[in-house]
């Protein structure tokens, strides 16, 4: 295109937008606007990209982390001839795949945008899958708004992308000065934003935003640098080409007062439809094949900590399958994610400890089809809940692993154990939770969870356990597994990790003084095992759970909710972390708790003198 028909085109996306949002009666048509012309070039001129075939290899890939400018990106999609206007106009309806902020039910979106500053750290993941492991030269575009700049996890991305000297990666940010209720921090100054990515080891191409022929010019640069992303910082107006919106406070998120004025004003409605430049031919090849994994195997008796197991069975799926990839937050050594950094060392990815980008990197690696494993501390992981929350609704795949769960790490206190962590994942939609017990169990779990969907969550432990467990032992996601029986057992205690081996030492002591209770190791927290659990309450009566965790949301909750369908409850007590850590054994913090055998045989002997009363 001419640049004055890339003008043009910007018109058609602004219009475009105005259009969608007035027939849906909401959205953020200015917030569109601004970053039309960006828009236009980016889509005419640079993007290399097969709509009718998504998952072309060799496609550039597009992030439009100003997720509420969804608009825009439909209007694209338009002019692109992906969608047409019957869609176009349907915005934001019941059913409609253009969602107020994009997902990926539509096969061009790659990730789901909408929560500020999460569009850059995924695309990063996308672009080290480009430069490390497909090897091809399809490039990563993410258009940015100025007010996400003010988020954290934008400069943990800003930093790994330049350490990683990502030159397949051009982040595009809109600076149109007006936020949601007012001016962003730097306004227009575009030098602020400039400083600070060069910091950081960022090529930049300061331009005005709604000059096509400079913005040409800049993605042309952008694509000529080497072993360094490029930012292009756009000076742009906020509702551009119509003037009662037109760089005015006060308008964000709301249809244009007047939108047929403001069509008109714009130049009427256009129906241009662009040729996009077709993608390199290319082919992915991984290293190694995709065959069955053989996990690690471990002997009944010998003590081995649940972590271990888990960097060992790692490793081993890691050989069998080429696409599986790691993720640490410099916490390797303690995870034991380095056990496949060792023989895996170019599908290892390290984030340092940059929690946010970990799990975002893990998004943007399972967008390009690999099988990401996230691990860090389960504590850690408290601090990129909107990313698990996130990654939920971008419908990724990607395998999450928390170590140190628990009061069970000893001495560290408070700060370092995860007790929350089982909550948190618990809560999100479609998610899969493991609690495994022994290294066995562990083994199995981590194998079977690359072949799972959506997000999966495995929590590991840091001190040694016995294995109790046979290691051709089989353990379906969604069971559980009955260890102790019998057909006088007046209660049933539900445990999982290191509270499995507190209750079997309970349950051989309560034995003993004529009080038989049935163990149940609940490795499977969710999905949870319904049928096992409605059987045992509905022979014992009575339910016990334990848990190294705090009480709200754990696998007390994911007992309970099993019987709240109305038909008649068990008498239940749970046993969680209640009080405030200190520093202490792990053999003290357990009974501190109140979660150690000795309590656990309290409780039950005060629960069943309760019931037979």
């Known amino acids: 295109m001419q640049y004055e028909e890339l003008a043009e085109l910007g018109q058609q996306l602004r219009v475009d937008a105005v259009r969608a949002a007035d027939a849906a009666g909401s959205g953020h048509p200015t917030s569109s606007m601004s970053a039309a012309d960006l828009a236009a070039v980016l889509l005419a001129h640079h993007l290399r990209f097969d709509f009718d075939h998504p998952d072309h290899p060799g496609n550039d890939r597009l992030v439009l982390s100003k997720g509420h400018a969804s608009p825009l990106l439909y209007a694209l999609y338009r002019a692109a001839g992906a969608v047409d206007e019957e869609e176009l106009l349907g915005y934001r309806t019941l059913g409609s795949r253009l969602e107020g902020h994009p997902t990926p039910r539509l096969p061009w979106v790659d990730t789901a945008t909408g929560s500020l500053g999460q569009g850059l750290p995924v695309a990063v993941g996308m672009a080290l899958a480009g430069q490390r492991l497909d090897r091809l030269p399809y490039r990563v575009y993410v258009l940015s708004g100025d007010s996400e700049m003010a988020e954290g996890s934008v400069w943990e991305a800003v930093e790994h992308a330049a350490y990683n000297h990502l030159d397949n990666l051009t982040l595009v940010v809109d600076v149109n000065r007006l936020g949601q209720r007012g001016p962003t921090r730097h306004e227009h100054d ?298 006088d057992d007046k209660v049933t205690i539900v445990a999982a990790g290191v509270t499995v081996h507190e209750a079997l030492e309970a349950a051989d002591r309560l034995a003993e003084s004529g009080i038989r209770a049935r163990v149940i190791d609940l490795y499977s927290v969710k999905p949870v095992d319904a049928d096992t659990l409605n059987e045992a309450a509905g022979q014992t009566g009575c339910i016990l759970t334990v848990e190294d965790h705090h009480p709200e949301g754990g696998i007390g909750d994911a007992v309970a909710e099993v019987f709240a369908d109305g038909r008649p409850a068990p008498r239940m007590a749970r046993l969680a972390v209640r009080n405030m850590p200190g520093s202490a054994t792990p053999e003290e913090q357990l009974h501190a708790a109140g979660i150690d055998a000795d309590s656990i045989a309290a409780a039950v002997t005060l629960l069943v003198e309760r019931v037979v009363a």
């Open 190 to 487: 575009l030098d602020a934003y400039a400083r600070r990515l060069h910091a950081f080891g960022w090529h930049t191409v300061e331009v005005d935003g709604h000059d096509v022929q400079a913005i040409d010019a800049a993605f042309a640069e952008a694509r000529s640098t080497t072993r360094k992303p490029t930012a292009i910082l756009a000076r742009t107006r906020k509702g551009r080409g119509v003037e009662a919106v037109e760089d005015r406070e006060g308008l964000h998120g709301k249809p244009l007062p007047d939108a047929d004025e403001a069509i008109a004003e714009l130049g009427g409605v256009r129906h241009t439809r662009v040729t996009v430049q077709a993608p390199p031919d290319g082919k992915v090849t991984t290293a190694v094949g995709d065959t069955t994994p053989a996990p690690p195997r471990y002997d009944p008796g010998d003590r081995v900590a649940t972590r271990d197991a888990f960097g060992q069975a790692l490793a081993a799926v890691g050989a069998a399958r080429g696409r599986v990839v790691v993720l640490d937050a410099e916490v390797g050594d303690s995870t034991r994610a380095e056990v496949f950094a060792k023989e895996h060392p170019e599908r290892y990815f390290e984030c340092y400890i940059a929690e946010q980008q970990l799990v975002a990197g893990a998004v943007g690696l399972a967008a390009r089809g690999y099988v990401p494993y996230a691990a860090t501390f389960a504590a850690f992981l408290t601090r990129a809940h909107d990313f698990v929350r996130m990654a939920a609704v971008s419908r990724a795949g990607i395998n999450l692993v928390g170590s140190h769960a628990g009061v069970a790490i000893g001495p560290d206190g408070p700060s370092q154990m995860g007790l929350e962590d089982i909550a948190m994942l618990r809560s999100v939609h479609g998610s899969t939770v493991l609690y495994p017990c022994d290294a066995n169990q562990t083994a199995r779990l981590t194998t079977a969870m690359a072949d799972l969907d959506g997000i999966r969550y495995l929590r590991t432990s840091r001190g040694g356990t016995p294995v109790i467990y046979g290691p051709d032992e089989e353990f379906p996601v969604g069971g559980s597994k009955v260890l102790r029986r019998h057909d």
